[in-house]
């Protein structure tokens, strides 16, 4: 493998795991991040810790970044004392954050870039079995791959910059929408006195079946919130797919109702709360009261 040395910005809930797997997985891996408690696990793995993201990115042949938002990426990667301001020439960039089309294009347009936004949440991250959905050069895809591999099960080229996170955005519009039917069917058949646990395992087992009711349902049916893809992140989500759908001139209706469902689950304190907590919105319009103490 000819290349080893990775800087890895950003070790938060999925990035942590991520870059320990990229240490498992035989790469050189320093690591940065704003809270240093989280550098912990990746140097309990083998990896390096950085002081700075300059450190963590200056000898690297490729930097992965995890971050928030497009103003972070933007920051951490353009900015004043970022990643291009400290990396050699030809690093490639690997950008697993979620974030505006056109702010990936921004940054291929300036650097080696592959936009590479994941699908899975945390326990993808933690087993390294991530679906990522890859947009940039054919050349530098190919430089990514090994690096996208050790992070993913499902690897997939998707086009040209920017087409990573278009994926990424009609991923959690799907996502949004089956969490909320999930979270009305549980609701209904909680009002009918139903078994839900076995409901959940007939439904999962018939052509409703999904990725939802086989990972989310049964958190959701006991209320349990704590996050593995947080609400603040899905409603920000939601609002680059409005966005892009506004761009391209594409109706997305049930995207519409979605985006204001979960932005009324932010403004009622959920931000910080897994987004299998939309069955509190629900069970709160149905009449009933909401998970006590759940935002």
């Known amino acids: 493998m000819s290349m080893t040395k990775i800087g890895f910005v950003g070790l938060g809930i999925m990035g942590g795991p991520m870059a320990v797997n990229l240490v498992e997985a035989g790469f050189e891996v320093t690591g940065y991040n704003r809270s240093r408690d989280k550098l912990d696990r990746v140097v309990a793995a083998g990896g390096k810790a950085a002081d700075s993201l300059a450190g963590a990115v200056r000898d690297a042949e490729v930097v992965v970044t995890m971050l928030p938002d497009s103003p972070d990426v933007r920051e951490v990667v353009l900015g004043a004392g970022g990643v291009l301001a400290h990396a050699a020439p030809e690093t490639l960039l690997i950008d697993c954050s979620t974030i505006r089309p056109d702010v990936s294009r921004e940054i291929a347009a300036r650097m080696r870039a592959v936009d590479a936004p994941v699908s899975g949440g945390e326990q993808g991250a933690v087993d390294g079995t991530l679906s990522i959905m890859a947009g940039g050069a054919d050349a530098d895809f190919a ?109 997305i209706p049930l995207g519409a109702v979605m985006a204001q469902l979960m932005g009324a689950l932010v403004a009622q304190g959920y931000g910080g709360r897994d987004h299998g907590a939309l069955i509190d919105l629900v069970t709160r319009l149905s009449g009933g009261e909401p998970t006590p103490d759940a935002c």
């Open 143 to 251: 430089t990514a791959k090994p690096v996208l591999d050790a992070m993913g099960t499902t690897v997939v080229h998707v086009g040209a910059a920017g087409a990573g996170q278009t994926v990424k955005a009609a991923n959690q519009l799907i996502v949004a929408g089956t969490i909320e039917l999930v979270a009305e069917a549980l609701v209904f058949l909680r009002a009918h006195q139903v078994d839900t646990e076995g409901a959940i395992r007939v439904l999962a087992g018939g052509l409703a079946g999904n990725r939802i009711l086989d990972r989310k349902a049964r958190a959701m049916a006991e209320r349990r919130f704590d996050p593995g893809f947080r609400v603040d992140l899905h409603h920000k989500d939601l609002g680059i797919v409005q966005s892009a759908a506004r761009d391209a001139g594409v109706a």
